[in-house]
């Protein structure tokens, strides 16, 4: 057979999911950002909360197409399961592509983990 059928995420579902989202972040009194991607990695949904930090809309895009390249939830392990530290953790968010990106102190990280420098203002 050469073709598989498949469930996909409807809007409505994902509309369920970030509320649900929204719901517990704001039980817990954090802001928080959310994407929520198809298993192609492709946006279906992005909110940033009241107060939700400028960086985390990048940083939870990035998690969100982690999650559905690895098809499993992101975490500090690796698409086999195995235990990760920080430098590979942080590694494999950067490689979800090179239009993602992290910004740091006076200089940021490209998926491609050529650091990219700029001068601050001031």
Same mark, same amino acid.
């Given at each position: 057979?050469?073709?598989?059928?498949?469930?996909?995420?409807?809007?409505?579902?994902?509309?369920?999911?970030?509320?649900?989202?929204v719901d517990m972040a704001n039980?817990? /009194?954090?802001?928080?950002?959310?994407?929520?991607? *198809?298993?192609?990695?492709?946006?279906?949904?992005?909110?940033?909360? *009241? /107060?939700?930090?400028?960086?985390?809309?990048?940083?939870?895009?990035?998690?969100?197409?982690?999650?559905?390249?690895?098809?499993?939830?992101?975490?500090?392990?690796?698409?086999?399961?195995?235990?990760? *530290?920080?430098?590979?953790?942080?590694?494999?968010?950067l490689a979800a592509g090179p239009?993602?990106?992290?910004?740091?102190?006076?200089?940021?990280? /490209?998926? *491609?983990?050529?650091?990219?420098?700029?001068?601050?203002? /001031?």
């Amino acid at each position: 057979m050469y073709v598989a059928e498949s469930k996909r995420l409807t809007h409505q579902g994902a509309k369920k999911i970030m509320s649900t989202a929204v719901d517990m972040a704001n039980q817990a /009194g954090i802001a928080i950002s959310c994407a929520i991607v *198809d298993a192609g990695g492709h946006m279906i949904l992005l909110e940033r909360m *009241d /107060g939700g930090r400028f960086h985390t809309v990048h940083s939870c895009t990035t998690k969100a197409v982690c999650a559905a390249s690895n098809r499993r939830p992101t975490t500090a392990k690796g698409a086999a399961g195995q235990d990760l *530290d920080v430098s590979h953790a942080i590694g494999l968010a950067l490689a979800a592509g090179p239009e993602r990106w992290t910004a740091m102190e006076g200089w940021c990280a /490209g998926a *491609d983990r050529r650091p990219m420098y700029w001068r601050r203002r /001031g």
